[in-house]
């Protein structure tokens, strides 16, 4: 049965008490049927009256694009003052007090420890006892370049600039350390910590050294002209029209994860979906799969499996028109509000020194968070592929100077690690455990952007089907990871069976091309 939306997000807001993959809003119908269709609009309209300055429960934040992911404050057992990557999540956490803590964890990534010692030095200046948070690294020491107006600094993919003369400027232009917070945890031990976004960070104290910037949306600089209301409200209306008392069973079905795969890879494509393009999706992903099993009772199962799903879609394509139909109007209802809010905050965004706007917006119901980001060809998605993040589809190469790739794995046949290592040097590791499917990926800070990301979740995929283990994508994934797999999944290099993510024969291809061949 399709999940009451109740059922739904309170399992979202569990996966999220450590902050996991949060849903866009359009896509909340495919989870949920009408009730996660109503809820989408309700949330979006929140947003509408956010904009106009009206009275409403939902909260808007704006999503920073900084890097690394930190979380620091009092530890909850210990009483000391702590900052860790995200690692402070991990069955076996990474904790760090000192900094020779920090060189014990992370001195494989040099540039990660850099920015967690000047945590270590700069945030308990300010930072509320007893308190814990997460945010992400927007600068730090050296990381600032100043020209004769603005203070600008490149933490991921975008470039934010400030005036200098302005109140954030002359933060920016004092500080060692900047942080965007948007989460508070609360709990008794890391083990049972509790997300609370959209935390009111007043109760920070102010020090030069610390620059803390506020994730809180600030709605009044928004520019919402009268007729993207009415272009808004329009769109509002035909989703709940086409939503209302309709029958969402048909996504009671193994297809319903298909859906969501091909809706990612249209609107990075530009493409429109249609009943038509998901069928054709559908067939493609089982045959690469069928091309990588060799016994024909395997073919036979994934097609027997492909032409269920064939089926279904046929006997139901009115209602899967009428879906498609929803998500496309809730998608550009949300999109009315995501340029409304692109010039809301006092960073000027550049992206291949190109104008663009922030990452995105999350807007937060109670304890229920809703993304807000353009994920067309236009949007921040596609710049940030285009602009060779970690979800670039290629390696930048240099043809004269190649560097080496190659892997070192640890660990048994259920739970691993594969190390990359670029020129000898280590640039990341992927963690996994087949027994718990607990995936943790990390390429270090200094090494992004380079592709290497795509070739470590590659390379661990193939790994763990060579120890004859299915790869199952982990629920608490992180956006970057969420990104690299959608990525992957949409060049084709890689096929899931329901969670099950398997590396196909182009994927191999890719993964052989780059890495050096034993000798």
Do not use: C, W
């Amino acid at each position: 049965m399709i999940k009451h939306f109740n059922q739904f997000i309170a399992e979202a807001v569990e996966d999220t008490e450590k902050l996991s993959h949060l849903e866009h809003a359009e896509d909340h119908v495919i989870n949920a049927g009408e009730e996660g269709a109503h809820h989408a609009a309700r949330t979006l309209v929140g947003v509408h009256h956010a904009i106009l300055g009206h009275k409403t429960p939902v909260k808007v934040t704006t999503k920073y694009d900084g890097a690394p992911a930190i979380v620091f404050g009092t530890h909850p057992e210990t009483k000391k003052f702590f900052v860790s990557s995200k690692s402070a999540f991990n069955k076996t956490p990474k904790i760090n007090y000192t900094h020779e803590d920090v060189d014990k964890n992370h001195g494989h990534s040099p540039g990660l420890a850099a920015k967690l010692k000047g945590a270590l030095t700069h945030l308990p200046k300010v930072t509320p006892p007893g308190k814990i948070y997460q945010g992400d690294v927007m600068y730090s020491h050296g990381d600032v370049e100043t020209s004769k107006t603005h203070h600008s600094f490149k933490p991921n993919t975008i470039k934010y600039s400030v005036k200098k003369d302005s109140p954030t400027g002359q933060k920016v232009g004092k500080a060692k350390i900047g942080v965007a917070v948007h989460t508070e945890y609360k709990g008794d031990s890391i083990a049972n910590l509790k997300a609370h976004f959209a935390p009111d960070t007043s109760d920070f104290k102010t020090h030069d050294d610390a620059h803390i910037i506020g994730t809180h949306t600030k709605h009044n600089a928004a520019e919402y002209a009268p007729e993207a209301r009415v272009k808004f409200f329009s769109h509002i209306k035909k989703a709940k029209d086409a939503a209302q008392g309709k029958d969402f069973s048909h996504l009671d079905h193994p297809v319903r994860d298909h859906v969501k795969t091909y809706i990612n890879a249209t609107v990075r494509s530009g493409t429109t979906p249609s009943v038509d393009g998901l069928a054709t999706h559908i067939s493609n992903k089982h045959d690469a799969k069928k091309a990588l099993v060799k016994t024909p009772a395997a073919k036979e199962r994934i097609e027997g499996a492909k032409q269920d799903m064939l089926r279904h879609v046929d006997a139901n394509r009115g209602a899967f028109k009428n879906t498609l139909a929803v998500h496309k109007h809730l998608q550009g209802a949300k999109n009315v509000l995501v340029k409304a809010l692109s010039k809301s905050d006092e960073f000027e965004h550049h992206i291949g020194g190109k104008e663009s706007g922030p990452e995105g917006h999350v807007a937060i119901v109670g304890s229920k968070p809703t993304k807000l980001v353009d994920r067309g060809a236009s949007g921040f998605a596609a710049q940030n592929m285009n602009a060779g993040g970690i979800k670039q589809s290629k390696l930048k190469e240099d043809k004269t100077n190649t560097p080496k790739i190659t892997f070192k794995e640890t660990g048994g046949k259920k739970k691993f690690a594969v190390h990359m290592l670029v020129g000898g040097k280590h640039v990341g590791t992927h963690e996994y455990d087949h027994t718990t499917g607990r995936s943790t990926a990390e390429i270090f800070p200094e090494h992004r952007a380079k592709g290497y990301g795509k070739l470590l979740v590659l390379k661990t995929i193939h790994s763990a089907t060579m120890k004859g283990n299915h790869f199952t994508e982990d629920e608490s994934r992180t956006k970057a990871y969420d990104d690299t797999v959608d990525s992957l999944e949409n060049s084709g290099h890689i096929a899931r069976d329901d969670n099950r993510l398997y590396i196909t024969h182009d994927g191999l291809k890719h993964l052989n091309k780059h890495i050096k061949k034993p000798k």
